[in-house]
């Protein structure tokens, strides 16, 4: 089996890292962040994700992974290396490059000493990105021409937070994004580990970049439209939630994200939507419908922060709770959720927050070390005035909400269940 290095041990570099090892090949994970690569090779892995623990200890036992802070080592002693480094936002909203032109710039570096190297991005980067700005870097590093010298592709990743193990494993389709065909075959013969009835796409660069942003900005777009949809239907008097269920079994539509309610949040999906809006601003074309998208969200935020500032105001609350903090249900990745943007809010209201979080709150603390932490959301309840219903775990459903306010951002709880009671969209 060849050998494969993975540069950023995130979300995405680290499922990477060990799907592959599970599948056989052996793999070099590279960070520069020493705590992180220690947890690694200890055999605990750095975030929460359904099965990656176990799965990174049978790795680390076979001896198939392993991490290191040295990019050098990890292209030196590999034939192919993937690019699964953060790319996140610039205040305008534009992408922010640094990291991914960052990696270029060393695997080129690295790349003058080898004869033969495969380079595969993943970050999500924006149309033309692979072929303008990496190519170049990584060429005139290494003196050496992509598709004669080194071959390099773009295929994105479609991994979702809390379950991106299960995602790699079992992938909807596959996404190849070639310079040419040498560096294509290079990549399909990597990938062919996979179910051979998983679709493979085989596209130029520019398209397979294109590909993720049109699939998170389809994913936003369901949300707001469910939220639209719901918005109406609560100020007609009407089950937004009913509405959505009865819609979403038309078969020319899918279930997933067709429920009103919050906002989408977490490290991807408006960053990926501000991205593609930006540089086709700057081309010359007014995408309406995209920023349309990224207004209603905006403003679903909003009008949950305004609905709790109207409990405080007119029941004159001092104790506010919060049941989820996390952007999702699943995962400990609190980036751009509801909770990191309603708590300044709440301080600002000057009314004692008290919030639960079943694994995410250690990285809520860092930030708001002034919220009281509690160790099971009945204890909330108990304590708080208003309760505010963030993420839809289970644990949240059968508890005793008597008497108290309830702003169900999910609906995952019956309005007869507590005393006064404020669904999103119904």
């Known amino acids: 089996m060849r050998t494969l290095s993975v540069i950023g041990a995130g979300y995405v570099g680290l499922s990477l890292g060990v799907g592959f090892s599970d599948f056989g090949y052996r793999v070099i994970l590279v960070d520069v962040d020493v705590n992180k690569v220690k947890m690694i090779n200890s055999g605990i892995s750095p975030m929460q994700e359904k099965g990656i623990d176990e799965a990174l200890r049978e790795v680390l036992d076979k001896g198939r992974l392993e991490a290191t802070t040295s990019i050098d080592y990890a292209i030196e002693n590999s034939d192919a ?22 990696a ?122 469910a939220n639209e949809i719901g918005n109406m239907c609560k100020v007609l008097g009407i089950d937004g939630r009913k509405v959505m269920e009865a819609v979403a079994l038309d078969h020319r539509f899918s279930k997933y ?63 506010v709770g919060i049941l989820g903090l996390s952007f999702k249900r699943g995962t400990s990745d609190v980036r751009d959720g509801c909770a990191i943007r309603i708590i300044p809010e709440l301080i600002n209201e000057n009314v004692d927050i008290i919030a639960y979080d079943p694994i995410s709150e250690e990285n809520m603390r860092a930030i708001f070390p002034q919220v009281d932490y509690r160790d099971g959301p009945q204890d909330v309840i108990n304590d708080s005035e208003v309760v505010i219903i963030l993420t839809d775990y289970e644990e949240f459903i059968d508890l005793d909400y008597a008497g108290k306010i309830v702003i169900d951002g999910r609906g995952i709880i019956p309005s007869r269940a507590c005393g006064e009671y404020e669904g999103m969209c119904w």
């Open 81 to 102: 290396t993937f690019v699964c480094v953060q790319t996140p936002s610039n205040k305008n909203g534009s992408i922010n490059l640094k990291f991914v032109l960052g």
């Open 104 to 225: 270029a710039r060393e695997i080129g570096k690295n790349l003058m000493k080898k004869d033969e190297h495969l380079v595969v991005i993943k970050s999500t980067v924006v149309p033309g990105t692979t072929e303008n700005k990496i190519i170049p870097i990584i060429e005139r590093r290494s003196g050496k021409r992509a598709g004669k010298d080194f071959g390099i592709c773009m295929s994105p990743e479609f991994l979702s937070e809390g379950t991106a193990l299960c995602n790699f494993f079992k992938p909807d389709r596959i996404v190849i994004g070639e310079f040419d065909k040498r560096s294509g075959d290079s990549l399909e013969s990597i990938y062919s580990v996979f179910d051979q009835n998983i679709p493979r796409i085989r596209v130029d660069l520019k398209t397979a970049e294109m590909i993720k942003y049109a699939s998170n900005a389809f994913i936003g777009t369901k949300i707001s439209f």
């Open 257 to 319: 994200f067709m429920k009103p309610g919050m906002s989408f949040g977490g490290p991807c999906l408006e960053k990926d939507l501000t991205a593609i809006i930006c540089l086709m601003n700057r081309r010359g074309y007014n995408p309406k419908l995209l920023k349309s998208v990224v207004e209603l969200n905006r403003m679903q935020t909003k009008k949950l922060i305004g609905l709790v500032k109207n409990k405080i105001k007119d029941k004159k609350v001092r104790r």
